[in-house]
T-cell receptor, first 113, second 117 residues
Framework: GESVGLHLPTLSVQEGDNSIINCAYS??????FIWYKQESGKGPQFIID?????DKRQGQRVTVLLNKTVKHLSLQIAATQPGDSAVYFC????????????FGQGTTLQVKP | NAGVTQTPKFQVLKTGQSMTLQCAQD?????MSWYRQDPGMGLRLIHY???????DQGEVPNGYNVSRSTTEDFPLRLLSAAPSQTSVYFC????????????????FGEGSRLTVL
């Protein structure tokens, strides 16, 4: 079955450093991947997405990398700020015509001042 | 613009009771879905809908019913609550393109925390 997993449950970084959050997926037919950020007590918020025909996509201070060979994607956050502290989820759209978005278990990012 | 609104925010039920979690969105999104979030489990898809009158099952549909009579509303019904349904429930919506494809950019509500005793 499909599964989306994150390598580390918790990541602690120093303010100003770059953060890298990793995610592995198992469904080679998946064609669309999304990163979400969830702050305490709130619903997840969309950060950035990437389609399977791309290797890299950049946003504001964030970059998503997709390696289809090893079924791995990562979220890079540049110059991490205290406001980046949250739980980060990768999600996999297992079929663009199914509407099924499958989430990983999440990585907690802690930013130390 | 309210976005996605869920009610109630908190609810305590006894085993066997029934209740409905309400979800409304004002963005004219065709796609709506319900997730549950448990500690260490991420978010799991319960049911989803790609438009009024159309619903389908997600990963964990048992014990839950949904209906979609309007574009704006997507209620989630628990017919006979069980302690295993203690969780935080999130409703989410998104735009569906011309090919009726969910874009993946889901807009989430603030969540409804349910405890079943």
């Amino acid at each position: 079955g499909e599964s989306v997993g994150l390598h580390l449950p918790t990541l602690s970084v120093q303010e100003g450093d770059n953060s890298i959050i990793n995610c592995a997926y198992s469904n080679s037919a998946s064609d669309y991947f999304i990163w979400y950020k969830q702050e305490s007590g709130k619903g997840p918020q969309f950060i950035i997405d990437i389609r399977s025909n791309m290797d890299k996509r950049q946003g504001q201070r964030v970059t998503v990398l997709l390696n289809k060979t090893v079924k791995h994607l990562s979220l890079q956050i540049a110059a991490t700020q205290p406001g980046d502290s949250a739980v980060y989820f990768c999600a996999e759209n297992i079929g663009s015509n199914t509407g099924k978005l499958i989430f990983g278990q999440g990585t907690t990012l802690q930013v130390k001042p | 613009n309210a976005g996605v609104t869920q009610t109630p925010k908190f609810q305590v039920l006894k085993t066997g009771q029934s209740m409905t979690l309400q979800c409304a969105q004002d963005m004219n999104h065709e796609y709506m879905s319900w997730y549950r979030q448990d500690p260490g489990m991420g978010l799991r898809l319960i049911h989803y809908s790609v438009g009024a009158g159309i619903t389908d099952q997600g990963e964990v549909p048992n014990g839950y019913n949904v209906s979609r009579s309007t574009t704006e509303d997507f209620p989630l019904r628990l017919l006979s609550a069980a302690p295993s349904q203690t969780s935080v429930y999130f409703c989410a919506s998104s735009y569906v393109g011309l090919a009726r494809v969910n874009t993946g950019e889901l807009f989430f509500g603030e969540g409804s925390r349910l405890t079943v005793l």
